[in-house]
């Protein structure tokens, strides 16, 4: 559908008509307003590749209810329930999902359909933290495994405040799973705040684009908004800040980010000391209070850049914090990146399909160079989720036969094209190589399940962390 609403509004602006957009279908037809809009060429940029459609669709059935007959309000185009299997109310009494539909077509006249997962959950193939979780976890024990005495003990008092009708206490005893829960009720729905507060907080991201930094701008924005501050986000990192591409967003303006890779907001490289006393005058024209930048190695430099700069300038004596945001998961003082999941997975996958190819030829070697710059983290996991026979970074390096990892800057004469040159002689007669260099299809898709709740998180935990500074300092 995308593909043939970008195609047809092309075209239509190729041949010097005017294109209207209608969204929500004959629904947005009837109700007109903000439902129709006039499209340009920028208007389906970057929607040939999505599933669904972007504009939205409805019923013939709208089409009758003009003149004061019942319509949706517009809202949220998609409504997700997901529904346990074994989901009960306060009473004990079971909740279906057929039940939850009923109620949901009676109530609120919505088109519902129910999808029962069942044993599609369980089958697929592993993921790469489910590869080499069980390696891990043996490597981490050196004595014999512990008794699982108390977590019995703890699984049955779950039980016993289940049946007791003690739920927020059997949330506690699940453990870290309950901040799970408080995380997903603070954002899934809008938070009027009781108190609108004078901060003005901004959001941007620096470097390259990882998986997660949408579900961290999004989580950001919406627990800002519930804590009544005025949010802000930049568009192109510093560069934007410094240009002012500044635009205030509301709860609903990140609706659907959470699953979409790469960087919504658009990212960059560049460090504020080139745009210093552009960037303070832009952080003085929107009153921003509190900065949160989400990125990789870079961010390093820019707190450096920004700290450094406070005895001159004033505006930027305000509250800054940074998520790590990089597929190379080299961010100093940190143990784990966003984004780096969904490159492990990416370049795990790519080497399964290699894999797939070098069963059907025999005697060959494939040596797949992924990204990561200095830091070895992604040849050394996709190594091992991927099942390599070696694999080559900078501090250290493990060689054996087979299929080779390879980090694109782990060595300055090992270069995968040497080690192409090194193999193709030394296997003449015995076996041949191949290189597969990824690049950055490991930048891109969507985010892993890892990720998306990772961003969540650490956009919600940076965002509370601001917000109790800012009313610490400013009284």
């Known amino acids: 559908m995308n593909a043939a609403v970008r195609a047809v509004t092309r075209m239509g602006i190729y041949v010097g008509a005017k294109v209207f957009l209608i969204y929500e279908g004959y629904e947005g037809l009837v109700e007109g307003g903000e439902n129709i809009k006039q499209a340009n060429w920028l208007s389906v940029s970057n929607i040939i590749q999505l599933g669904g459609t972007v504009i939205g669709r409805a019923r013939r059935q709208a089409l009758h209810t003009r003149g004061g007959g019942p319509t949706r309000s517009r809202g949220s185009r998609l409504n997700i329930i997901i529904i346990a299997e074994g989901a009960i109310d306060r009473n004990g009494k079971p909740i279906s999902s057929r039940y939850v539909k009923d109620l949901v077509v009676q109530r609120l006249g919505l088109d519902t359909r129910v999808t029962v997962l069942g044993h599609v959950q369980r089958g ?30 703890k699984t049955k008092e779950v039980q016993k405040a289940m049946d007791e009708k003690r739920f927020d206490e059997a949330i506690q005893l699940r453990g870290r799973g309950g901040n799970n829960w408080n995380i997903y009720k603070l954002l899934a729905h809008q938070k009027v705040s009781t108190e609108k507060t004078n901060f003005s907080l901004a959001i941007l991201n620096v470097g390259a684009p990882a998986a997660g930094m949408n579900a961290a701008v999004r989580s950001a924005v919406r627990s800002g908004i519930s804590q009544g501050h005025t949010v802000y986000v930049v568009h192109d990192g510093f560069e934007g800040l410094a240009k002012g591409q500044v635009q205030e967003v ?18 960059k490289r560049t460090l504020p000391k080139s745009y210093m006393q552009k960037v303070v005058e832009n952080i ?22 920004q700290v450094g700069a406070r005895t001159l300038e004033n505006e930027l004596c305000i509250v800054m914090c940074v998520i790590p945001a990089t597929i190379s998961n080299n961010v100093p003082g940190t143990d784990f990146s966003l984004g780096s999941d969904t490159a492990v997975n990416a370049a795990m996958e790519s080497c399964d399909r290699i894999k797939q190819s070098a069963s059907g030829t025999k005697r060959r070697v494939f040596i797949v160079e992924t990204m990561g ?3 070895g983290y992604l040849a050394t996991v996709t190594a091992s989720a991927g099942g390599a026979d070696a694999a080559y970074r900078l501090d250290e390096t493990r060689a054996g036969p087979g299929p080779l990892s390879r ?16 193999y193709s002689s030394e296997g003449k007669g015995v076996f041949d190589c191949r290189t597969n260099v990824l690049g950055h299809l490991q930048q891109g898709g969507a985010p892993t399940p890892f990720d998306r709740n990772y961003g969540t998180k650490l956009g919600v935990k940076a965002m509370l962390w601001m917000s109790e500074k800012l009313r610490a300092v400013y009284r």
């Open 124 to 153: 697929g193939t592993p993921s790469a933290f489910d590869r080499i979780l069980v390696g891990g976890a043996l490597l981490s024990c050196p004595g014999p495994p512990p008794a699982c005495t108390s977590l019995l003990v």
């Open 250 to 267: 509301s709860w609903h303006d990140v609706a659907g980010w959470l699953g979409r890779g790469g960087s919504m907001l658009g990212t």
């Open 284 to 305: 003085r024209t929107y009153n921003i209070q509190a900065l949160l930048v989400i990125g990789g190695f870079e961010v390093r430099a820019t707190a450096g850049d």
């Open 373 to 375: 710059g200095y830091c």
């Open 407 to 422: 980090n694109e800057k782990c060595h300055e004469h090992y270069t995968t094209e040497f080690l192409y040159n090194l």
